[in-house]
T-cell receptor, first 115, second 113 residues
Framework: SQKIEQNSEALNIQEGKTATLTCNYTNYSPAYLQWYRQDPGRGPVFLLLIRENEKEKRKERLKVTFDTTLKQSLFHITASQPADSATYLCALLMNYGGSQGNLIFGKGTKLSVKP | DAGVIQSPRHEVTEMGQEVTLRCKPISGHNSLFWYRQTMMRGLELLIYFNNNVPIDDSGMPEDRFSAKMPNASFSTLKIQPSEPRDSAVYFC???????????FGAGTRLSVL
């Protein structure tokens, strides 16, 4: 069956360190992968998108990598701050089939950055 | 733009009652999505519309759930009759096209007692 796994349910790090979150998938051929941030009581907010033919994308302190051979994406937050504490979701858009508009979400990793 | 607007923010109802959740997408967006989020299953797509037409409703749990989009600025998700296992946060999202970035509303937290 098709599956998306975000390796950690929770990740605790110290302020100033780099947070690295992992998203693995099986049995998909994604057109692209997205990362979203979700704060308690709110809907997910889009952060970054990376396409299947791209290896890396950056936006300010955020960096995403995409390895279609390993079927894995890594999401990095450098110089992390307590304000980065949130749940981060990865989502795949499939590259085939009738459901081409569907994003499939992972369950998320809850990041806590301690001062 | 005010973003995607959902109402109500919270709904508490008793088993067997009808529940209607509402969504106003971002003006100009052609695709609208309804999701359900629980701790156990995460964020799951229930149904999505393109240009007001339902495209994929394979995520709708059962016949108790129905969704409509009578025009480009309004959609409803109805549960009739509601059951305790329907308790979850329901999100609406919209996007320019079905493969574009999705913008989520704040969600409706539903509790069925």
């Amino acid at each position: 069956s098709q599956k998306i796994e975000q390796n950690s349910e929770a990740l605790n790090i110290q302020e100033g360190k780099t947070a690295t979150l992992t998203c693995n998938y099986t049995n998909y051929s994604p057109a692209y992968l997205q990362w979203y941030r979700q704060d308690p009581g709110r809907g997910p907010v889009f952060l970054l998108l990376i396409r299947e033919n791209e290896k890396e994308k950056r936006k300010e302190r955020l960096k995403v990598t995409f390895d279609t051979t390993l079927k894995q994406s890594l999401f990095h937050i450098t110089a992390s701050q307590p304000a980065d504490s949130a749940t981060y979701l990865c989502a795949l858009l499939m590259n085939y089939g009738g459901s081409q508009g569907n994003l499939i979400f992972g369950k998320g990793t809850k990041l806590s950055v301690k001062p | 733009d005010a973003g995607v607007i959902q109402s109500p923010r919270h709904e508490v109802t008793e088993m067997g009652q009808e529940v209607t959740l509402r969504c106003k997408p971002i003006s100009g967006h052609n695709s609208l999505f309804w999701y359900r989020q629980t701790m156990m299953r995460g964020l799951e797509l229930l149904i999505y519309f393109n240009n007001n037409v339902p495209i994929d409703d394979s995520g709708m749990p059962e016949d108790r759930f129905s969704a409509k989009m009578p025009n480009a600025s309004f959609s409803t998700l109805k549960i009739q009759p509601s059951e305790p296992r329907d308790s979850a946060v329901y999100f609406c999202a919209s996007s320019l096209g079905s493969r574009d970035i999705q913008y989520f509303g704040a969600g409706t937290r539903l509790s069925v007692l």
